[in-house]
């Protein structure tokens, strides 16, 4: 599977932006898909993941109630809406596959077999 994000740019607080995960890759639509950020010096941190069909969304504390996942299987492609951005939003922002039905956990990258290269999301103060 092979992921490519788009969507990313420059920002102020307060506006909204939505990335675009598209993949290529006859089983996507049997994964589970998440999306992570990272800032510099920081470690990649849990944004949001959506389960194969659409459901058993989750959201990381820090964008819950800002930010919505989605996916289109028939696009192939996942969304990452995100509203009300905020300085701190500011990290490349990676999506990332795995297989659900072997287990492991959503909200941890080592658990995920495919990466994109990811976006830059900056948002100004």
């Known amino acids: 599977v092979h992921m490519v994000e788009s969507g990313g740019g420059l920002v102020q607080a307060g506006d909204s932006l939505r990335l675009s995960c598209a993949a290529s890759?006859?089983?996507?639509?049997?994964?589970?898909v998440g999306w992570f950020r990272q800032a510099p010096g920081e470690e990649r941190e849990f944004v949001a993941a959506?389960?194969?069909?659409?459901?058993?969304?989750s959201y990381g504390n820090s964008v819950k109630d800002r930010f919505t996942i989605s996916r289109d299987n028939a696009k192939n492609t996942v969304y990452l809406q995100m509203n009300t951005l905020e300085p701190k939003d500011t990290a490349v922002y990676y999506c990332?596959?795995?297989?659900?039905?072997?287990?492991?956990?959503?909200?941890?990258?080592?658990?995920?077999?495919?990466w994109g290269q990811g976006t830059q999301v900056t948002v100004s103060s």
């Open positions: 990332a596959a795995r297989d659900g039905s072997g287990g492991g956990r959503d909200d941890y990258p080592r658990f995920y077999d495919y």
């Open positions: 890759g006859r089983t996507f639509s049997s994964y589970t």
């Open positions: 959506i389960g194969w069909s659409g459901g058993r969304e």
